[in-house]
């Protein structure tokens, strides 16, 4: 059996809902105690940026997000049954089999051809907010406007929209420490329905291929192919969801981390060359998701500790996001930083694969915003929503644009 982190390790207690409205300052003074800190269920917490960048990309280190879910009791039905085949759980071999599969379409030149159209759906979902009254930010932009890049790369017709969205959302919300017998039943209903949805897309794309995602996946499934059917929607269940929920969290939590900042967002406007550094700042200052979920495969020694095989360790992004060892005034808002890139998408072979489709809709939407507007005011304070992983808030953020 594998030992538990000693207990003169520091606490990070996950289990308290203040800990979810601010992370990075819950965390920052286990970091400073020690570079690993542990849990109140045994399992180590890794929490300074050198040790997470060494430990993500070390060989040895296998995923084990099966036990998100596993967690909080779901153990069968269709979103146990979904999970256990998403690519984002599986290890060598079968993740490079599965991530070789799809990976061309997020290639940098692909991610670029896209760029054009997030412009303009940008400024289309921009402009019915510009009359300086309360909107809330998530609802006319965060929200919409990765699904619909995400459908659009993926090639879902856009009629399906507006549905993807809804069960994607509904997916997305699993993701939690503690889920309700009656948000389970919506999330299970939500990937029963997408399957629906995505056997018919695949089906039509046998009979008429198309120059897309879905065509590619629905190739890969046939007899000769190298998918399993329920590989195939797995795949595209992951592609899609992902696509969404985390740029949407982008997109509300790092946009509200800068507009919140007038000093801030004045100096991008002055400035907009400075744009994607401003979108690495977002991502360094609140990332999108708490963290990583992984377990040594084999024994690992690191800074004095030994972490025991099969153990759960958990890799929270903003303690290594606000590190001092690296990030000079780690706690304020630089949209002009140059500093090494932040953890909010992983590494090593798990990194997100559409962390360049994520930064380019960040990039876009605030060069829209700004070029639209001549003042922005946020509303009412934000909070979190506790226990959520993928990170969002409850409402909002509430923004008043003013146009220029």
Request: proline share 9%; aromatic share 6%.
């Amino acid at each position: 059996m594998p030992t538990e982190p000693s207990s003169d390790l520091p606490l990070v207690d996950l289990a308290n809902p203040d800990f979810w409205q601010d992370p990075a300052g819950a965390l920052a003074p286990a970091r400073e105690a020690a570079p690993i800190a542990r849990t109140a269920r045994g399992e180590f917490v890794v929490l300074r940026y050198a040790e997470t960048e060494r430990l993500l990309a070390d060989p040895r280190m296998r995923t084990i997000g099966s036990q998100l879910l596993t967690g909080i009791g779901i153990k069968d039905g269709p979103l146990a049954e979904w999970w256990a085949r998403v690519m984002f759980n599986t290890n060598p071999p079968d993740h490079g089999r599965l991530r070789q599969l799809v990976s061309r379409a997020f290639t940098p030149r692909h991610v670029e051809s896209l760029r054009a159209r997030v412009r303009a759906m940008s400024e289309n979902m921009i402009e019915p907010m510009l009359d300086g009254q309360d909107v809330d930010f998530e609802v006319g932009l965060a929200d919409p406007l990765p699904i619909a890049t995400t459908c659009a790369l993926l090639g879902v017709p856009e009629e399906d929209f507006s549905c993807v969205s809804r069960w994607t959302t509904e997916i997305g919300k699993v993701f939690a420490t503690r889920l309700g017998d009656e948000q389970r039943a919506r999330c299970e209903q939500a990937i029963v329905d997408l399957s629906a949805l995505l056997d018919d897309l695949f089906r039509a794309r046998r009979n008429h291929p198309k120059p897309d995602v879905i065509t590619s996946l629905a190739e890969a499934s046939t007899e000769q192919g190298s998918l399993s059917p329920a590989e195939c929607r797995a795949m595209a269940i992951n592609l899609l969801f992902a696509g969404h929920d985390t740029t949407r969290g982008l997109l509300s939590v790092g946009f509200h981390a800068l507009l919140s900042r007038p000093e801030a967002t004045s100096a991008v406007r002055e400035a907009p060359d400075i744009i994607p550094q401003t979108v690495e700042e977002m991502l360094r200052f609140e990332p999108p998701t708490l963290g990583s979920l992984r377990a040594p495969a084999e024994e690992i020694e690191t800074v004095d500790l030994t972490l025991p095989a099969h153990t759960p360790i958990h890799f929270l992004f903003p303690g290594g996001n606000r590190d001092p060892r690296v990030f000079e005034r780690p706690n304020d808002f630089d949209p002009r930083r140059n500093a090494p890139r932040p953890l909010s998408f992983g590494l090593g072979p798990h990194f997100c694969l559409g962390a360049g489709l994520a930064r380019m809709e960040a990039q876009e939407v605030l060069s829209a915003l700004l070029d639209r507007t001549r003042d922005i005011e946020v509303g009412e304070t934000a909070r979190f929503v506790p226990f959520a992983t993928i990170r969002r808030f409850e409402k909002g953020p509430i923004l008043r644009l003013f146009p220029s």
